[in-house]
Protein backbone atom coordinates (compact mmCIF):
# COMPACT_ATOMS: atom_id res chain seq x y z
CA UNK A 1 0.00 0.00 0.00
CA UNK A 2 1.41 3.38 -0.88
CA UNK A 3 0.80 6.65 0.83
CA UNK A 4 -1.75 7.65 -1.17
CA UNK A 5 -3.70 4.96 -0.22
CA UNK A 6 -2.51 5.97 3.53
CA UNK A 7 -4.03 9.07 3.30
CA UNK A 8 -6.71 8.59 1.18
CA UNK A 9 -8.56 5.92 3.51
CA UNK A 10 -9.55 3.58 0.67
CA UNK A 11 -7.60 0.72 2.18
CA UNK A 12 -6.62 -0.55 5.51
CA UNK A 13 -3.79 1.22 7.00
CA UNK A 14 -0.96 -0.67 7.90
CA UNK A 15 0.00 -0.38 11.05
CA UNK A 16 3.72 -0.32 10.26
CA UNK A 17 3.02 2.94 8.54
CA UNK A 18 1.80 4.79 11.45
CA UNK A 19 4.71 3.94 13.38
CA UNK A 20 6.80 4.92 10.82
CA UNK A 21 4.97 8.17 10.47
CA UNK A 22 5.21 8.82 14.25
CA UNK A 23 8.86 8.18 14.68
CA UNK A 24 9.57 10.62 11.89
CA UNK A 25 7.90 13.35 13.81
CA UNK A 26 9.36 12.32 16.80
CA UNK A 27 12.51 12.86 15.47
CA UNK A 28 11.98 16.21 13.53
CA UNK A 29 11.02 17.36 16.83
CA UNK A 30 13.91 16.30 18.80
CA UNK A 31 16.39 17.59 16.06
CA UNK A 32 14.68 21.13 16.13
CA UNK A 33 14.63 21.48 19.90
CA UNK A 34 18.53 19.97 19.91
CA UNK A 35 19.15 22.67 16.89
CA UNK A 36 17.48 24.94 19.41
CA UNK A 37 19.51 24.67 22.22
CA UNK A 38 22.55 24.34 20.59
CA UNK A 39 22.14 27.64 18.95
CA UNK A 40 20.92 29.26 22.43
CA UNK A 41 24.43 28.11 24.17
CA UNK A 42 26.24 29.04 21.12
CA UNK A 43 24.61 33.00 21.56
CA UNK A 44 25.15 32.95 25.27
CA UNK A 45 28.71 31.79 24.71
CA UNK A 46 29.55 34.72 22.43
CA UNK A 47 32.95 35.75 21.47
CA UNK A 48 35.85 34.12 23.17
CA UNK A 49 37.38 34.94 26.85
CA UNK A 50 40.53 36.87 26.80
CA UNK A 51 42.74 38.25 29.70
CA UNK A 52 43.10 42.14 30.26
CA UNK A 53 46.19 43.30 29.84
CA UNK A 54 47.94 45.45 32.26
CA UNK A 55 48.52 49.08 30.23
CA UNK A 56 48.60 51.56 33.56
CA UNK A 57 51.64 53.48 32.98
CA UNK A 58 52.38 52.97 29.24
CA UNK A 59 52.27 55.34 26.06
CA UNK A 60 48.38 55.63 24.73
CA UNK A 61 49.44 54.03 21.59
CA UNK A 62 50.97 50.93 23.42
CA UNK A 63 48.32 50.28 24.97
CA UNK A 64 46.36 50.36 22.04
CA UNK A 65 48.43 48.08 20.58
CA UNK A 66 48.41 45.99 23.05
CA UNK A 67 44.50 45.82 23.76
CA UNK A 68 44.33 45.22 19.41
CA UNK A 69 46.53 41.66 20.49
CA UNK A 70 43.54 40.54 23.17
CA UNK A 71 40.50 41.99 20.32
CA UNK A 72 39.46 44.71 23.27
CA UNK A 73 38.75 48.01 22.64
CA UNK A 74 39.64 51.24 24.43
CA UNK A 75 36.80 54.17 25.53
CA UNK A 76 39.14 56.77 26.51
CA UNK A 77 38.67 60.04 28.86
CA UNK A 78 41.04 62.63 29.93
CA UNK A 79 42.39 64.55 33.16
CA UNK A 80 44.95 66.43 34.44
CA UNK A 81 47.55 64.54 36.49
CA UNK A 82 49.93 65.90 38.72
CA UNK A 83 53.20 65.17 36.92
CA UNK A 84 54.04 66.79 33.64
CA UNK A 85 56.21 63.84 32.77
CA UNK A 86 52.78 61.59 32.59
CA UNK A 87 51.32 63.03 29.78
CA UNK A 88 49.57 60.99 27.28
CA UNK A 89 50.11 57.79 29.73
CA UNK A 90 47.31 55.39 30.72
CA UNK A 91 46.81 56.47 34.15
CA UNK A 92 44.02 53.74 35.05
CA UNK A 93 42.04 50.89 33.47
CA UNK A 94 38.97 49.49 34.25
CA UNK A 95 38.63 46.33 33.98
CA UNK A 96 41.91 45.86 36.04
CA UNK A 97 45.12 43.78 34.51
CA UNK A 98 44.43 40.14 34.70
CA UNK A 99 40.81 40.18 34.68
CA UNK A 100 39.07 37.67 32.23
CA UNK A 101 36.47 39.17 29.89
CA UNK A 102 35.08 38.44 26.46
CA UNK A 103 37.14 39.49 23.22
CA UNK A 104 35.34 42.47 22.33
CA UNK A 105 34.91 44.06 25.35
CA UNK A 106 35.21 47.92 25.62
CA UNK A 107 37.99 48.95 28.48
CA UNK A 108 38.07 52.32 30.13
CA UNK A 109 41.21 54.11 29.80
CA UNK A 110 42.04 57.23 31.31
CA UNK A 111 44.57 59.42 29.62
CA UNK A 112 46.58 61.95 31.01
CA UNK A 113 46.54 65.40 29.90
CA UNK A 114 49.60 66.50 31.90
CA UNK A 115 49.25 68.85 34.29
CA UNK A 116 46.81 71.69 33.94
CA UNK A 117 49.77 74.12 33.74
CA UNK A 118 53.45 73.46 32.67
CA UNK A 119 55.24 76.84 33.38
CA UNK A 120 54.76 79.85 35.82
CA UNK A 121 52.41 82.39 34.62
CA UNK A 122 53.44 86.48 34.16
CA UNK A 123 51.45 87.46 37.45
CA UNK A 124 53.28 90.98 37.71
CA UNK A 125 50.84 93.97 37.60
CA UNK A 126 47.58 91.78 38.35
CA UNK A 127 45.65 91.79 41.73
CA UNK A 128 46.63 89.60 44.37
CA UNK A 129 43.21 87.74 45.57
CA UNK A 130 42.01 87.17 41.56
CA UNK A 131 45.44 85.49 41.03
CA UNK A 132 44.45 83.38 44.19
CA UNK A 133 41.33 82.69 42.59
CA UNK A 134 42.87 82.11 39.21
CA UNK A 135 45.13 79.37 40.65
CA UNK A 136 42.41 77.43 42.83
CA UNK A 137 40.46 77.20 39.60
CA UNK A 138 42.85 76.00 37.56
CA UNK A 139 44.00 73.14 39.81
CA UNK A 140 40.95 72.69 41.13
CA UNK A 141 40.44 68.79 39.46
CA UNK A 142 43.77 67.81 40.61
CA UNK A 143 46.52 68.67 43.19
CA UNK A 144 47.76 72.34 43.53
CA UNK A 145 51.76 72.84 41.37
CA UNK A 146 51.34 76.44 42.15
CA UNK A 147 51.15 78.05 45.74
CA UNK A 148 51.82 80.92 47.30
CA UNK A 149 54.40 81.40 49.61
CA UNK A 150 53.09 83.04 53.16
CA UNK A 151 54.03 85.58 54.36
CA UNK A 152 53.55 87.56 51.30
CA UNK A 153 55.63 90.36 51.61
CA UNK A 154 53.84 94.42 51.16
CA UNK A 155 55.84 97.44 50.26
CA UNK A 156 54.48 100.97 49.99
CA UNK A 157 53.64 101.51 46.33
CA UNK A 158 52.10 103.72 43.65
CA UNK A 159 50.10 101.08 41.89
CA UNK A 160 47.05 100.50 43.79
CA UNK A 161 46.99 98.03 47.09
CA UNK A 162 46.99 94.52 46.02
CA UNK A 163 49.33 95.32 42.91
CA UNK A 164 51.75 92.21 42.55
CA UNK A 165 55.02 94.46 41.69
CA UNK A 166 57.72 91.20 41.78
CA UNK A 167 57.38 87.17 41.69
CA UNK A 168 60.01 84.47 42.04
CA UNK A 169 60.25 82.40 39.81
CA UNK A 170 60.36 84.39 36.80
CA UNK A 171 57.49 83.51 34.11
CA UNK A 172 57.43 80.72 31.55
CA UNK A 173 59.73 78.58 34.61
CA UNK A 174 59.13 75.01 33.99
CA UNK A 175 56.86 73.19 36.96
CA UNK A 176 58.48 70.51 37.98
CA UNK A 177 56.40 69.30 40.88
CA UNK A 178 54.88 71.59 43.77
CA UNK A 179 56.21 74.83 43.40
CA UNK A 180 56.35 77.95 45.97
CA UNK A 181 55.83 81.49 44.40
CA UNK A 182 57.57 84.67 46.18
CA UNK A 183 55.41 87.90 45.78
CA UNK A 184 56.01 91.16 46.63
CA UNK A 185 52.67 93.04 46.46
CA UNK A 186 51.88 97.20 46.69
CA UNK A 187 50.01 98.67 49.99
CA UNK A 188 49.22 101.01 47.86
CA UNK A 189 50.33 104.95 48.49
CA UNK A 190 51.74 105.90 51.98
CA UNK A 191 48.94 107.42 53.17
CA UNK A 192 49.46 111.15 54.48
CA UNK A 193 49.26 111.64 58.01
CA UNK A 194 45.63 112.77 59.25
CA UNK A 195 44.65 115.41 62.14
CA UNK A 196 42.20 114.08 64.86
CA UNK A 197 38.45 115.53 64.35
CA UNK A 198 37.25 117.00 67.50
CA UNK A 199 34.50 114.84 68.14
CA UNK A 200 33.15 115.78 71.50
CA UNK A 201 29.38 116.56 72.17
CA UNK A 202 28.69 115.07 68.70
CA UNK A 203 26.08 112.48 68.43
CA UNK A 204 26.68 109.20 66.37
CA UNK A 205 25.86 109.85 63.20
CA UNK A 206 27.85 112.86 63.39
CA UNK A 207 30.86 111.45 64.40
CA UNK A 208 30.74 108.70 62.15
CA UNK A 209 30.54 111.62 59.12
CA UNK A 210 34.28 113.16 60.86
CA UNK A 211 35.48 109.38 61.14
CA UNK A 212 34.77 108.59 57.55
CA UNK A 213 35.76 112.60 56.42
CA UNK A 214 39.08 112.26 58.30
CA UNK A 215 40.19 108.86 57.77
CA UNK A 216 41.35 107.98 61.40
CA UNK A 217 41.72 104.34 63.16
CA UNK A 218 38.83 104.24 66.06
CA UNK A 219 38.13 102.60 68.97
CA UNK A 220 34.97 103.50 70.69
CA UNK A 221 33.85 102.56 74.07
CA UNK A 222 30.35 102.97 75.98
CA UNK A 223 29.59 103.93 79.09
CA UNK A 224 26.06 105.46 80.82
CA UNK A 225 26.05 109.29 80.92
CA UNK A 226 26.92 110.95 83.63
CA UNK A 227 25.12 113.84 85.38
CA UNK A 228 27.07 116.64 83.59
CA UNK A 229 26.94 114.71 80.17
CA UNK A 230 24.37 114.17 77.30
CA UNK A 231 22.96 110.91 76.42
CA UNK A 232 23.64 109.69 73.19
CA UNK A 233 27.04 111.77 72.56
CA UNK A 234 30.86 111.63 72.47
CA UNK A 235 31.97 112.91 75.53
CA UNK A 236 35.48 112.42 75.81
CA UNK A 237 38.66 111.23 73.19
CA UNK A 238 42.36 110.23 73.08
CA UNK A 239 44.18 112.28 71.38
CA UNK A 240 43.02 115.66 71.77
CA UNK A 241 41.29 117.61 68.54
CA UNK A 242 44.30 118.46 65.98
CA UNK A 243 46.81 115.80 67.12
CA UNK A 244 48.59 114.65 63.65
CA UNK A 245 49.27 111.51 63.67
CA UNK A 246 49.59 108.20 61.58
CA UNK A 247 46.28 107.05 59.67
CA UNK A 248 46.70 103.60 62.00
CA UNK A 249 46.99 105.01 64.98
CA UNK A 250 43.68 104.86 66.73
CA UNK A 251 41.78 107.41 68.15
CA UNK A 252 39.74 105.74 71.41
CA UNK A 253 36.19 107.79 71.64
CA UNK A 254 34.13 107.10 74.91
CA UNK A 255 29.92 107.29 73.71
CA UNK A 256 27.21 107.88 76.26
CA UNK A 257 24.91 105.42 75.68
CA UNK A 258 21.22 107.17 74.65
CA UNK A 259 18.69 107.55 77.09
CA UNK A 260 16.14 104.01 76.66
CA UNK A 261 12.74 104.82 74.53
CA UNK A 262 10.51 102.41 73.43
CA UNK A 263 11.22 100.21 69.77
CA UNK A 264 14.87 100.77 70.21
CA UNK A 265 18.27 99.07 71.82
CA UNK A 266 21.46 100.15 72.07
CA UNK A 267 24.64 98.70 72.79
CA UNK A 268 28.32 98.46 71.33
CA UNK A 269 28.84 96.27 68.14
CA UNK A 270 32.38 94.29 68.51
CA UNK A 271 34.10 92.09 65.73
CA UNK A 272 38.18 91.10 65.75
CA UNK A 273 39.18 91.01 62.00
CA UNK A 274 42.33 90.05 60.53
CA UNK A 275 45.19 92.08 60.33
CA UNK A 276 44.96 93.31 56.86
CA UNK A 277 48.00 94.32 54.93
CA UNK A 278 46.59 97.38 53.96
CA UNK A 279 43.48 99.52 54.70
CA UNK A 280 40.56 97.71 53.32
CA UNK A 281 37.16 99.29 53.08
CA UNK A 282 34.75 98.05 56.04
CA UNK A 283 30.88 99.16 56.18
CA UNK A 284 28.33 98.62 59.33
CA UNK A 285 24.96 98.38 58.15
CA UNK A 286 21.47 98.33 60.17
CA UNK A 287 18.92 96.13 58.77
CA UNK A 288 15.65 96.76 60.21
CA UNK A 289 12.30 93.99 60.44
CA UNK A 290 10.98 95.44 56.93
CA UNK A 291 14.39 94.73 55.35
CA UNK A 292 15.55 98.72 54.73
CA UNK A 293 19.17 98.60 54.89
CA UNK A 294 21.35 101.57 55.78
CA UNK A 295 24.58 102.35 56.37
CA UNK A 296 25.81 103.59 59.88
CA UNK A 297 29.62 104.11 59.14
CA UNK A 298 32.30 103.23 56.19
CA UNK A 299 35.98 103.85 57.01
CA UNK A 300 39.42 102.25 55.74
CA UNK A 301 40.27 99.46 58.61
CA UNK A 302 43.33 97.57 58.93
CA UNK A 303 41.78 95.06 60.86
CA UNK A 304 41.97 94.03 64.74
CA UNK A 305 39.40 95.39 66.20
CA UNK A 306 36.35 97.13 65.00
CA UNK A 307 33.64 98.67 66.97
CA UNK A 308 30.48 101.45 66.97
CA UNK A 309 27.82 102.14 68.86
CA UNK A 310 24.30 101.69 67.92
CA UNK A 311 20.95 102.83 68.49
CA UNK A 312 18.18 101.00 66.83
CA UNK A 313 14.69 99.23 66.08
CA UNK A 314 14.61 96.61 68.40
CA UNK A 315 14.64 93.02 65.72
CA UNK A 316 17.14 94.68 63.52
CA UNK A 317 20.11 93.02 62.40
CA UNK A 318 23.59 94.56 62.06
CA UNK A 319 25.61 92.92 59.58
CA UNK A 320 29.46 93.97 58.93
CA UNK A 321 31.07 94.12 55.29
CA UNK A 322 34.67 93.92 54.30
CA UNK A 323 35.10 95.15 50.35
CA UNK A 324 31.50 94.27 50.37
CA UNK A 325 31.84 90.88 51.80
CA UNK A 326 29.37 89.82 54.76
CA UNK A 327 31.95 88.84 57.48
CA UNK A 328 29.48 89.11 60.56
CA UNK A 329 25.91 89.13 60.66
CA UNK A 330 24.34 89.27 64.17
CA UNK A 331 20.91 90.50 65.90
CA UNK A 332 21.46 93.60 67.93
CA UNK A 333 20.92 93.38 71.18
CA UNK A 334 22.45 89.83 71.01
Known sequence: MGLRSFFSGDEPADPRLYRRAIV??????VFTGLAAII???LALRGEE?????????????????????KELYPRISLRFSDDS???????EQDPPAGAIVKAGRRIELVVSRGTAIDRIGAYLGQDLDEVKIHLQTLFSASRQLIVIRDPVVYIYDESPAGTILEQRPQPETEIEGLTYIDFVVS?????????VPDLAGLSLVEAALQI???GV???????????????????????VPG???SPSTPVTIVYALPAARDGFISGLFSRELPEYPYPLRVTLFVQTADGTKTPLITAEHSGGVFNLPYEVPVGSILILEVLNRVVARVEAGS
Open 24 to 29: VLLGVV
Open 187 to 195: RGPERARVR
Open 49 to 69: PTLVPRVEGLELATALVKLQE
Open 243 to 245: TVQ
Open 212 to 214: EKS
Open 85 to 91: NTKGTIL
Open 39 to 41: SFF
Open 217 to 239: HFNFAVRNADSRERPGTVVSQVP
